[in-house]
Nanobody, 118 residues
Framework: QVQFVESGGGLVQPGGSLRLSCVGSRMILSVFTQYTMGWYRQAPGKQRELVATFTTGGSIHYADDVKGRFTLSKNNSKKTIYLQMNNLNPEDTAVYYC?????????WGQGTQVTVYS
């Protein structure tokens, strides 16, 4: 069973930083590398939206409102992707989800809460 597990969320003041992690649990490396991975978020009362994702071509795509503040990276040997979030603001408050896509199937993690408060 495919499983992605997020961690690293928490409470932070505006201007602060957090690093989220998403690990491909219970899968071997060769399976993990088949997935195109990305981060999404869902704020209360809003639809889930893209934050940052690797593309099938190997590049990285960021949502406009996180460009220059967030950095997506991965460590295949650890079967993990990361989202470094700097200069956080209250509008970044949301549940953050990682998603792995292979073929036409999407697999979501359970999410991790990020709250930016004044």
């Amino acid at each position: 069973q495919v499983q992605f597990v997020e961690s690293g969320g928490g409470l932070v003041q505006p201007g602060g930083s957090l690093r989220l992690s998403c690990v491909g649990s219970r899968m071997i490396l060769s399976v993990f590398t088949q997935y195109t991975m990305g981060w999404y978020r869902q704020a209360p009362g809003k639809q889930r939206e893209l934050v940052a994702t690797f593309t099938t071509g190997g590049s990285i795509h960021y949502a406009d409102d996180v460009k220059g503040r967030f950095t997506l990276s991965k460590n295949n040997s650890k079967k993990t992707i990361y989202l470094q979030m700097n200069n956080l603001n209250p509008e970044d408050t949301a549940v953050y989800y990682c998603k792995g896509t292979t073929g036409d199937k999407d697999y979501w993690g359970q999410g991790t809460q990020v709250t930016v408060y004044s």
